[in-house]
């Protein structure tokens, strides 16, 4: 039976951490009463334990087990981990003191954070590619982060927002003018792009050119000094 029940609940299904149950959902197809209740897992990835035993009916009193997966999508920007980051740089080197061997692991917990954050980003950004979206938007402010601490890089899950803005380019759509589309077609124009697979050609580099201003952002002004180093900097080197 026990197998039975585990088969009918779904455990896989991340709910998030704001959501709260005072008694197992009503899917669930037996009554159960909860006895008891751990939080284990690490990072911003919660799950939640639960022990209990059947209320009602011909099984009553057998002893049952199911858990639930807490996730907090994340309230930090990139751009709020470049800034604490540029703010701990200026920190550490107006310090009396400074351990080589800590600089070395701290670029290196930073290293592999950037790494993972951007790699994030860049899949994020293909799914919408391959499903006919772009993102338009795409920046430090629209990067969400479960964390901003180095140490728990290896739960890093990065998302995109800001996809307000977002852009349908399938072929069907591309003739359609509209607030968010003017300004992309105008450019397209502008640089040769006329036919409908010149002008999806054309924004889905375009946000690959705005990838590569975050890649840039990232990889400069989180080893720099504070106030050293901007996205309007960075902009303008580039020629935009």
């Known amino acids: 039976m026990m197998n ?3 088969q ?30 751990q939080d284990v897992g690490e990072g911003k990835v919660k799950i939640r334990l639960y022990e209990g035993r059947v209320s009602r009916g011909p099984l009553r009193a057998t002893c049952l087990i199911w858990w639930l997966a807490f996730r907090d999508d994340g309230k930090y920007s990139a751009a709020d ?4 980051a540029s703010e701990t740089v200026s920190r550490d080197r107006e310090g009396s003191s400074w351990n080589p061997f800590e600089q070395g692991l701290t670029t290196k917990r930073r290293r592999n954070f950037i790494i993972k954050m951007l790699q994030g980003v860049v899949k994020g950004l293909a799914y919408l590619h391959d499903h006919n979206r772009l993102h ?17 890089g ?14 349908n380019v399938r072929y069907t759509e591309l003739d359609d003018s509209g607030q968010f ?15 409908q697979m010149e002008k999806r050609a ?3 580099a375009d946000d690959i050119y705005e990838a590569g201003l975050l890649f840039a952002y990232m990889a400069f002004v989180l080893f720099c000094e504070a ?8 902009q303008v080197l580039s020629g935009r």
Request: glycine residues 6%; aromatic residues 12%; charged residues 15%.
């Open 81 to 84: 981990y470049a800034k604490i």
């Open 136 to 152: 338009q938007s795409l920046g430090p402010f629209s990067v969400i982060l479960i964390t901003i601490s180095e140490r728990e």
């Open 154 to 167: 290896s739960y890093l899950i990065p998302r995109l927002r800001d996809l307000a803005f977002s852009v």
């Open 227 to 234: 106030g050293v180093m901007d996205s309007l900097s960075l």
């Open 202 to 204: 054309f924004g889905i």
């Open 181 to 195: 589309t003017e300004g992309l077609w105008r450019r397209a124009s502008g640089a040769g792009a006329f036919t």
């Open 8 to 37: 009918q609940l779904d455990s896989s299904v991340i709910y998030p951490i704001h959501t709260r149950f005072i008694s197992p959902p009503a899917t669930f197809p037996i009554s159960t009463t909860i006895c008891h209740c």
């Open 4 to 6: 039975q029940f585990c």
